[in-house]
């Protein structure tokens, strides 16, 4: 029902910027609950920040609470993160996700049916 496709990795210094895109097709966008989740190598999937899409209301990991947002624009049908004060802890495959669910749980992965294939971030020291 819903594709995905990420944008916006890359290679920065500690302490700098990037803004992560994710363009979402085949279903209302504005209906759907979205998420972003990061791998870094030899570690688990985990939850990073995602948002009620009908609604707006956003939820954080504590890593990255005050450092990351997390915003959509329904009319372009996109989802966006933006990142500041990258950390090298922060290298990681980012991945979007959305879930058509009615009873969803923010950074529970099972609760996501559609994944794209991932923007890679690189955090320099």
């Known amino acids: 029902q819903v594709q995905l496709v990420e944008s916006g990795g890359g290679s920065v210094q500690a302490g700098g910027s990037l803004r992560l895109s994710c363009a979402a097709s085949?279903?209302?966008?504005?209906?759907?609950?979205m998420g972003w989740f990061r791998q870094a190598p030899e570690k688990e999937r985990e939850g990073v920040a995602s948002i009620y899409s009908s609604s707006g209301n956003t939820f954080y990991a504590d890593s990255v609470k005050g450092r990351f947002t997390i915003s959509q624009d329904n009319n372009k049908n996109t989802l966006y993160l933006q990142m500041t004060s990258l950390k090298p802890e922060d290298t990681a495959v980012y991945y979007c996700?959305?879930?058509?669910?009615?009873?969803?749980?923010?950074?529970?992965?099972?609760?996501?049916?559609?994944w794209g294939q991932g923007t890679q971030v690189i955090v320099s020291s």
């Open positions: 085949g279903s209302t966008y504005s209906s759907t609950h």
């Open positions: 996700a959305a879930s058509t669910r009615s009873v969803w749980t923010p950074f529970r992965a099972s609760d996501y049916g559609y």
